[in-house]
């Protein structure tokens, strides 16, 4: 049975959109990805298609620090 995932979750988003929200470059979390994917905990960052989607933990984790308002 497959798992669902509540994609209008606030916790997700697409990895522009994230690095916006973290007050980085458009191409942040793909640069990470490629150069260390380690930083990522395990379940955080994923490729659907052509579209790279990270959660809110991600982030945290990556970026040291939480969303910028």
């Known amino acids: 049975m497959a798992k669902h995932i509540n994609l209008n979750d606030e916790e997700i988003m697409t990895a522009k959109e994230a690095a916006l929200r973290w007050g980085k470059a458009p191409d ?26 990270v959660t809110r933990e991600g982030m945290e984790a990556v970026t040291g620090h939480g969303e910028i308002k």
């Open 28 to 53: 942040y979390v793909r640069q990470i990805l490629r150069s260390n994917p380690t930083r990522f905990p395990e379940g955080t960052v994923r490729l659907l298609g052509r579209q790279l989607i």
